[in-house]
Every structure is written in C-alpha cells, then in structure tokens.
C-alpha cells in the first residue's frame, strides 16, 4: 500500500507541473482506499512529504473503495490557478 500511495503522489506532483501550476495551488484532495481506518497512516507519510507545511494544506477527504475494487488507492483534486 506505502508504495501504492507513494506513486499516487508522485502523478499529482506531476500532474499539477504539467498544468503550470505548483502542488500549492492544489485546494482539495479526496482519496479513496479499502481501508481507510488502516490505510490512514500511509496517506499521512505521503501527505506531509507533499504539504510539509501543516497551515498550507489543502482540504482532504477520505473515503472507503467498494469491496469489489481491484484498486487499492485512487484520488483526484482541485487546483487554482491564476
């Protein structure tokens, strides 16, 4: 799962570049994972690597995959760029 996680971030932060933009203009992310009570703490690790700045983050939701994904993680965001 860490790496799983992992890798998530690494396509925002590339996304995100990709527009033009930076990972400070990101508004919100909501992931979705088969656990989230346990899953929690690999999204944290990932998280503070991305937003090392705990009064910059943006806002984030957790919510559980379907029993029958074959995903272990998905996610998406908003940004705004100016």
């Given amino acids: 799962m860490e790496q799983q996680v992992a890798n998530v971030f690494t396509h925002v932060r590339h996304d995100i570049e990709a527009a ?3 990972v400070d ?3 919100k992310m909501t992931f979705w ?3 989230p009570a ?3 703490a690999a999204l944290n ?4 690597k991305l937003f090392p700045d705990a009064a910059s983050r943006p806002a984030r939701h957790t ?8 995903a ?3 996610c998406d965001f908003i940004a705004v760029l100016s």
């Fill in 20 to 22: 033009g933009a930076s």
């Fill in 25 to 27: 203009d990101i508004i």
């Fill in 33 to 35: 994972v088969k656990d």
């Fill in 38 to 40: 346990k899953d929690r």
């Fill in 45 to 48: 690790t990932e998280w503070i």
């Fill in 63 to 70: 919510q559980s995959l379907p029993p029958d994904s074959r």
């Fill in 72 to 74: 272990l993680v998905q």
